[in-house]
């Protein structure tokens, strides 16, 4: 049995122990009140971990670019939402395409996506699902009003080759009521116009443990929780003992009395501060602060540790977000209990489009 | 003939015109203050271009890991430098397999890397040719003092299967004096202790036209000068013609006047701001600032734009930073003349360890 201490570096580190007590806490909190999960493969990009989630029972998982979408169906996944604005020929052909194997869903914001959308489907043998996104304080894609909401989903149900689905948002953090309000007034609006929606998704791991406060919501789709990180542990999710991705790197240097130098840097652990202090907490050295970072080099102060890493010592960092870590190495190494199971290739890594 | 405006999105895009015209400026450049390039291949990751700038006067190339030295030498390259300390058996036996088939040498900061580099080469036909990593200022790895950099100079020179060859330094931005006299001092220090160094590497674009006011210095690396990027225009090391990368990307939300959103985000333009505001210049609306990147979505303010982008609009943005985007894309396209030449897979991207 190898130990995971004897990979070369820096490597990725995926305690499946942790993956499924995160995965069968969410589901069980989910199940407990009744609403559906549909987890997002943005985290983990791994088929496998998308058919865990889905034998512990969730209804289908989420991605968000086509590619992504591919390869989760090549891998035998039926149930796929990807709640993006699909524009252009080039993609609409692909979604076509997809749409003939998987059960696909996607969103709209605009009516522009939506004659898109149609016109690619208009011939098709089965309607395609289009949910209405709804910007509920975000800031980022989605209808702006709940009126608005409403005269999208009756464009959508007006289109030949579409069904309409629903609402989807993807919220901002720590604005539970903010946003349960607005997709309580959208279905409300919906039902009123005689037009009511199946389907209301909302997202995000920051406010899972709230997710059953959005009364209208009728599914989930948490992405993070499944490996969790150094901003989910902020945020309150879970602790540092549920983090289940680690980044395993080697002290090359000591430069000085209170610095280190690590073979991780901004290609490894990516640049993403998510408003925090520091690129990542350091699991032996808590004290360590990763102060900055370049492609190839990681500086750590080592100011405040009373024991100190040497060279040659290699170190395990929980950092600040996982998902984007995931996207930057060709293989992650799962293991459990501190031995190497497998190492496997991140099958949907770097699908940008 | 293609037009890039035909490809799907998000795509990097190199223009190769510029690319040459910035090779040959600096080469000229160096050529005309008798200083030798060895060129960072970490911007563009691509054999082609590594093997343009030798063919225009590089006398090698400098690659930051073992996976991408493989690549290059692979791809027929003969002369590389990797300045890093490798560390660990695994690194070792990799970097003895180079050694025998290609010139390549590397650094040390440390009497622990130095000895682990003397026990993998004591019994290798040619010795390794090892520089002394010298912190000049940026505050990463390399030895503190002239003297110490004399110390280490003299361990490397007394151990088995080891040749001095001289210092490197990766410089602070924009505090060439201070490099100057520091390796100004290393060099005559190492005259006196009659160890004189052979090789004085120096480093980066930021500061390349003053590149010869670092007498010491016998060569330069830059990196970032084959592509520039919004950080090296914001610096003065050219204007934003001279920049050759750019991500071509589609606006897929306006969900207001004044917000339109691209399928570009951190996946495609990473987090990498490096001191400047917003993720990148949009060179049809220079007036507006990319505010926010989530994975797959950027988020652009128009409020101070005369004309707005539409719905299924591309535009063409210069990143932050270059070097980490061509590490996020499977393939770039080399343009000319706006016609597209060739899509090309990004040889070392990746390659971590």
Redesign the interface.
């Known amino acids: 049995m190898t130990d995971f201490s004897e990979l070369?570096?820096?490597?990725v580190l995926i305690d499946v122990d942790r993956v499924d007590a995160n995965l069968k806490r969410v589901q069980y909190y989910a199940d407990s009140h009744r609403l559906k999960l549909r987890p997002h493969i943005?985290t983990h990009k791994l088929p496998r971990f998308a058919k865990r989630a889905i034998d512990l029972g969730a209804i289908g998982i989420t991605v968000?670019?086509l590619g992504e979408a591919e390869v989760m169906a090549d891998a035998g996944i039926t149930e796929i939402f990807m709640p993006?604005?699909i524009?252009?020929a080039?993609?609409l052909a692909r979604l076509k395409a997809l749409a003939s194997r998987v059960n696909i869903s996607v969103t709209a914001?605009?009516e522009?996506?939506v004659a898109?959308l149609s016109a690619t489907f208009a011939d098709a043998s089965k309607p395609l699902l289009v949910l209405v996104e709804c910007?509920t304080g975000m800031?980022?894609?989605?209808?702006?009003s709940p009126a608005a909401a409403v005269a999208l989903a009756q464009k959508i149900a007006a289109s030949p080759g579409l069904r309409f689905g629903g609402l989807m948002t993807y919220p901002a953090a720590g604005l539970v009521e903010a946003n349960a309000a607005w997709l309580a007034a959208a279905k409300q609006a919906l039902a009123d116009a005689g037009l009511p929606a199946p389907i209301v998704s909302n997202g995000g791991t920051p406010d899972i443990w709230r997710a059953h406060e959005v009364k209208a919501a009728t599914e989930h789709r948490p992405g993070t929780y499944i490996y969790m990180d150094r901003f989910q542990v902020s945020k309150g999710v879970g602790g540092f003992a549920d983090c289940a991705l680690t980044v395993l790197a080697?002290?090359?240097?000591?430069?000085?009395e209170d610095?280190a130098?690590i073979?991780?840097g901004?290609?490894?652990l990516?640049?993403?501060?998510l408003g925090m202090a520091g690129f990542g907490l350091i699991e032996a050295y808590p004290d360590a602060v990763i102060v900055?970072l370049?492609?190839?080099?990681g500086?750590i102060d080592l100011s405040a540790c009373a024991t100190k890493p040497k060279?040659?010592e290699k170190i395990r960092i929980i950092p600040n977000h996982a998902?984007?870590v995931s996207?930057?190495?060709?293989t992650v190494t799962l293991i459990s209990n501190g031995a190497v199971v497998e190492t496997v290739p991140v099958a949907a890594r770097?699908r940008?489009?």
Chains 1, 2 share one sequence.
């Open positions: 070369d570096t820096p490597a943005k968000q670019k993006y604005n524009i252009g080039a993609k914001d605009s522009q996506t898109g910007d800031g980022r894609c989605g209808v702006q080697t002290v090359v240097s000591r430069p000085t610095r130098i073979d991780a901004s290609k490894a990516t640049s993403d501060t900055g370049s492609e190839e080099h500086t060279i040659g998902c984007v996207n930057l190495f060709a770097g940008v489009d």
